[in-house]
């Protein structure tokens, strides 16, 4: 879908020539004398349009106006939230047409949240998953003009929003592709796929690098199954190699099926999200490649399946973690905390100003925050309000969660070092806690996204959460 940013004031969307126009209007929108305004003025009277509420109205082949279609989507107080919901309401109500171009416009100059929210809102309501449909449908929608009263004022902002829907795009066909079109050697096949822009690299390793730079714990996890595991390191260069970069590491478990201790049968096919973490930093690379900011960013991804086999790692069995801890494996559907771990440790070598985990990793962080605030963990109170704040203006939200060190107690064992589980109670908590034993030698923060990275039922699919939060911290990183 390609963007563009155009200045239209309501009359210039008047003679706008595209299939369908959407205005965008807000409680505070009055009219003037042109043929949009003219339009809303009798329906508002007519009592057909109410600002206050997110409702629609759609005219076909409108007098004096150049578009075929036009839809006028109130949004009440403009709040984001609203907006959201007027953008999907009115796209949906083109779908199904034949609407190549459309075209967006506000009757009230946006906010800069509102306008990076509209330009995502747009992308959602089009998308659509096609790799593996025989007879795809492909999004209709080809070309979408933003109209704004003052473009040149707003092009960063807009560069910034196309640049995060790229990345998001990414991240959503990485994680919507079934398991055995999503493997790890495919998952690395992705990220080198982006060493082709300019400032990235890609590096893949492979079992027996794995093995030289001893990650037990993550080479326990792949051992169940036949295919092999992919250590992927991304690295985006955009300043001077002096400046630190910030590490990015994604769980990249293509399948979780539990390992011995196997999942129950239903929703077990979500499992193929398992690896949206590791979706998302595909999704940041991306964005990074087309923005180009001067900033330094790595990307690691620990890929594998967790599958029960004769090989299989079992419960019980203690592991040597590459930072010389042992772990003892009480539950293998514990197996997102065990390759995370690794990749911690291999993070150092980086000398990183800071080090964000981004998994899919306890159904425990579903229960507290549901779908709406991803779970944030941090180390370090600057970077937990750094990435609180990004999240609120991305409008990709999270919530701070403790690490009392009280949440650790049950992790002690007999047998090793710390164990990959305890109770039921807190589990997102003592996750995060097993996390951070691996996390020390940086500022440190861990985002459980397993309630806001993907929906379940009829809109069955992957959001491409966090990369937009992810994606405004990093550009605010570094000023
Ligand atoms: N990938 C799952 C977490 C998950 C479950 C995400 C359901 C989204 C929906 C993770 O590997 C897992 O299985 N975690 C266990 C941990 C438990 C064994 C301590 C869980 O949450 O049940
Ligand atoms: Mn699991
Ligand atoms: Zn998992």
């Known amino acids: 879908m390609d963007f563009e940013l155009k200045t239209l004031d309501l009359a210039g969307a008047a003679s706008e020539k595209c299939d369908a126009l959407i205005v965008l209007l807000t409680e505070s929108f009055k009219p003037s004398r042109d043929a949009v305004s003219v339009l809303l003025s009798q329906a508002l009277k007519a009592g057909d349009l109410e600002l206050k509420a997110s409702q629609c109205l759609s005219v076909y082949r409108p007098d004096a106006l150049a578009c075929t279609r036009l839809v006028l989507a109130a949004m009440g107080d403009g709040s984001v939230r609203d907006l959201r919901k007027a953008v999907s309401t009115a796209v949906a109500a083109i779908k199904g047409g034949k609407v190549k171009k459309l075209a967006l416009c506000f009757a009230t ?196 399946e967790n599958l029960p086999d004769g090989r299989s790692v079992k419960p019980g069995d203690v592991v040597t973690s590459m930072s010389g801890q042992t772990i003892e494996i009480l539950n293998t559907d514990a197996e997102g905390r065990l390759v995370l771990c690794d990749a911690l440790t291999y993070a150092e070598r980086f000398k990183p100003r800071a080090v964000i985990d981004i998994a899919t990793l306890t159904g425990a962080c579903m229960i507290a925050l549901g779908g709406v605030r991803s779970g944030m963990f941090a180390s370090n109170d600057e970077l937990a309000d750094a990435l609180l704040a990004a999240g609120e203006a991305s409008s990709d939200l999270c919530w701070r969660m403790p690490l009392d060190e009280d949440y650790a107690e049950g992790l002690k064992t007999n047998f090793a070092d710390v164990a990959n589980v305890s109770g039921r109670a807190g589990g997102a908590i003592t996750a995060a806690k097993f996390l951070q034993r691996f996390a020390g030698k940086f500022p440190w923060a861990h985002l459980d996204i397993a309630g806001t990275a993907w929906k379940s039922g009829i809109a069955k699919g992957a959001t491409g959460r966090p990369v937009a939060l992810l994606l405004h911290y990093l550009l605010n990183s570094v000023k």
């Open 109 to 304: 100059a946006p906010s800069e949240q509102a306008l990076h929210c509209a330009v995502l809102a747009v992308a959602e309501a089009s998308y659509v998953y096609t790799t593996t449909k025989s007879k795809p449908e492909p999004r209709t929608i080809e070309r979408v003009v933003i109209g704004l009263a003052d473009a040149n004022a707003c092009k960063p902002l807009f560069q910034r929003a196309v640049a995060a829907v790229a990345g998001i795009e990414y991240a959503k066909e990485w994680a919507n592709r079934p398991a055995n079109h999503a493997t790890p050697t495919q998952i690395a096949g992705a990220a080198k796929a982006l060493a082709k822009f300019a400032g990235v690299q890609c590096e893949v390793l492979g079992p027996k690098q794995v093995a030289g730079l001893a990650m037990g714990s993550f080479m326990a996890v792949a051992q169940g199954s036949n295919e092999p595991l992919r250590f992927i390191v991304l690295r985006y260069a955009g300043a001077a190699k002096a400046q630190p970069p910030t590490v990015l590491i994604g769980k990249g478990i293509t399948f979780d099926s539990g390992g011995i201790s196997l999942k129950p049968a239903p929703e077990m096919d979500e499992m193929k999200f398992d690896m949206s973490g590791a979706a998302s930093v595909l999704g940041v690379f991306r964005a990074l490649a087309e923005l180009k900011p001067k900033i330094n960013v790595v990307g690691l991804i620990p890929a594998c």
